[in-house]
């Protein structure tokens, strides 16, 4: 079955590291996506991309970037982490602006 | 600004009653509503969605209504079970705006608890 798969599930890092999560998608989508849930504020989209080589910002993009170099892989890179990029990460992809997001079980991040 | 809004951080229903989770949404582009849930540890899943053009869409338990006027769409369980106890997520999209599509942006989600 094609799933969409995030790691690491947990992660704890220090301030000042860069850090990268890894978002990997079997169902072979164009339009990927990074979110960050955090308790009062729901979902937000930080870096999303409609296919190779393309990358947009999100409402919540400082701090974070993305690249797209193969259609499977959309990874997340904190160039350096801060206490307030404590959040749990999700990825999600989808198959046309029409289509419902699928999401992976997404990856705790602490940073101390 | 938060475009998408869920007022009810947490909702506690009996089971076999109806539960009514409610959104609101500022942005008149959105033409796309969608209603997620999502248990601890897990990522959403989606549950159902609807079109601008429509009013109201069904699916089982599940119905979302729509009032375009208001700026206000509502999910409907009936009835309600222990198994419905999730995090509900209701997010809309500028489905017909070039390059816009799919992104949605996401309400803060309510916690509904159904109680045996």
């Known amino acids: 079955d094609a799933e969409i798969t995030q790691s690491p599930r947990h992660k704890i890092t220090e301030t000042g590291r860069q850090v990268t999560l890894a978002c990997h998608q079997t169902?072979?989508?164009?339009?990927m996506f990074w979110y960050r849930q955090d308790l009062g504020h729901g979902l937000r989209l930080i870096h999303y991309?409609?296919?190779?080589?393309?990358?947009n910002k999100g409402e919540v993009s400082d701090g974070y970037s993305v690249s797209r170099s193969n259609t499977e892989d959309l990874p997340l890179t904190l160039e350096s982490a801060a206490s307030s990029q404590t959040s749990v990460y999700f990825c999600?992809?989808?198959?046309?602006?029409?289509?419902?997001?699928?999401f992976g079980n997404g990856t705790r991040l602490t940073v101390t | 600004d938060q475009q998408v809004k869920q007022n009810s951080p947490s909702l506690s229903v009996q089971e076999g009653r109806i539960s009514i989770l409610n959104c609101d949404y500022t942005n008149s582009m959105f033409d796309y509503f969608l209603w997620y849930k999502k248990y601890p540890a897990e990522g959403p899943t989606f549950l159902i969605s609807?079109?601008?053009?429509?009013d109201k869409n069904e699916d089982g338990r599940f119905t979302v209504f729509l009032n375009k006027s208001a700026k206000h769409l509502s999910l409907h369980i009936v009835p309600s079970q222990p198994g419905d106890s999730a995090v509900y997520f209701c997010a809309a999209t500028p489905i017909l705006l070039y390059n816009q599509g799919g992104k949605l942006i996401f309400g803060q989600g309510t916690e509904l608890s159904v109680k045996p």
């Open positions: 991309s409609y296919g190779v080589q393309d990358t």
């Open positions: 169902w072979n989508h164009n339009n």
């Open positions: 609807i079109s601008s053009i429509k």
């Open positions: 999600a992809s989808s198959e046309s602006a029409e289509s419902p997001l699928h």
